[in-house]
């Protein structure tokens, strides 16, 4: 599972460790771009600020996003992406620690794909990501 990137919208540091290592260890090799906020992830997607010399147009295959995030939270990046055309088919995974129907509700009702949450043992984390990394890089098949 290779040539795809993967962006992680990912506030703990530790967290977004966690993932790259289950990535590693589900032997997913693609590229993980790691952003702190929500307000970094859409300069990344639609580079702008920091990401300004991005080519926009090189979207990853896949979007990780953390509901709880500083700046803009990870409903208001999912209302961002769905809003433009350039990114409203961009396959977006809610991975986060909540389990409120208001957040599982109200992400689906903003458009993501899917809604993940995120197991706390370790081994059952490695096998979600190698879940994951099976459906969105390998099976899926992306609108063209």
Same mark, same amino acid.
């Given at each position: 599972? #290779?040539?795809? =990137? ?12 966690? =993932?790259?290592? !289950?990535?590693? *260890? ?12 929500? !307000?970094?992830?859409? $300069?990344? %997607? ?6 300004? @010399?991005? $080519?926009?147009? $090189? +979207? ?8 709880? +995030?500083? /700046?803009?939270? @990870?409903?208001?990046? %999912? ?7 350039? &990114?409203? @088919? ?5 991975? &986060?620690? #909540? &389990? *409120?129907?208001?957040?599982? *509700?109200? #992400?689906? !009702? +903003?458009?993501?794909? #899917?809604?993940?949450? /995120? ?7 490695? *096998?979600?990501? /190698? ?5 969105? +890089? ?5 609108? @063209?």
């Amino acid at each position: 599972m #290779s040539n795809h =990137t993967i962006l992680l919208i990912e506030d703990n540091p530790d967290d977004a460790e966690l =993932t790259r290592i !289950a990535f590693a *260890e589900a032997g997913i090799d693609s590229q993980l771009v790691v952003v702190g906020d929500g !307000a970094e992830a859409l $300069d990344y %997607l639609f580079a702008r600020g920091a990401h300004a @010399g991005r $080519d926009a147009a $090189d +979207l990853p295959s896949i979007v990780l996003l953390d509901l709880n +995030l500083p /700046k803009l939270d @990870g409903r208001e990046v %999912l209302q961002a992406l769905r809003a433009n055309p350039a &990114t409203r @088919g961009l396959p977006v995974v809610v991975l &986060t620690t #909540s &389990t *409120e129907p208001f957040d599982v *509700e109200a #992400s689906y !009702a +903003l458009g993501v794909n #899917s809604y993940i949450r /995120k197991p706390v043992d370790f081994g059952k984390f490695v *096998e979600v990501v /190698k879940q994951i990394g099976l459906y969105w +890089l390998v099976l899926n098949h992306p609108r @063209g």
